[in-house]
């Protein structure tokens, strides 16, 4: 069975930063995409940032040259350094992991940034 667990939300005041992981676990094999999905409160759950099994990546624009996100396939985890934060970062985090064909997602994990 595939699990994911999600590491690193707490709360952060803006301008600062966070480093979220995801670990997967019962995988044989490199999830084919490993990324990050947020939902701010009221809002629909948005892309932040993803990555391929060949490190290719794709990020929102609202979070272009703050956040990056990367792998170590290794470990099958992903990570996501989050920079320069601002109030409306603020959401719920979840990882989300393709794996033969199927789509998994983690938990989610609270970023909450206020002074």
């Known amino acids: 069975q595939v699990q994911l667990v999600e590491s690193g939300g707490g709360l952060v005041q803006p301008g600062g930063s966070l480093r979220l992981s995801c670990a997967a676990s019962?995988?044989?094999?490199?999830?084919?995409?490993m990324g990050w999905y947020r939902q701010a409160p009221g809002k629909a759950r948005e892309l932040v940032a993803i990555?391929?099994?060949?490190?290719?990546?794709n990020y929102a624009d609202s979070v272009k040259g703050r956040f990056t996100i990367s792998r170590d396939n290794a470990k099958n985890t992903a990570y996501l350094q989050m920079n320069s934060l601002k109030p409306e970062d603020t959401a719920v985090y979840y990882c989300?992991?393709?794996?033969?064909?199927?789509?998994?997602w983690g938990q989610g994990t609270q970023v909450t940034v206020s002074s």
């Open positions: 989300q992991v393709v794996w033969e064909f199927r789509v998994y």
């Open positions: 990555i391929t099994r060949g490190d290719s990546t």
């Open positions: 019962g995988v044989f094999s490199s999830p084919t995409v």
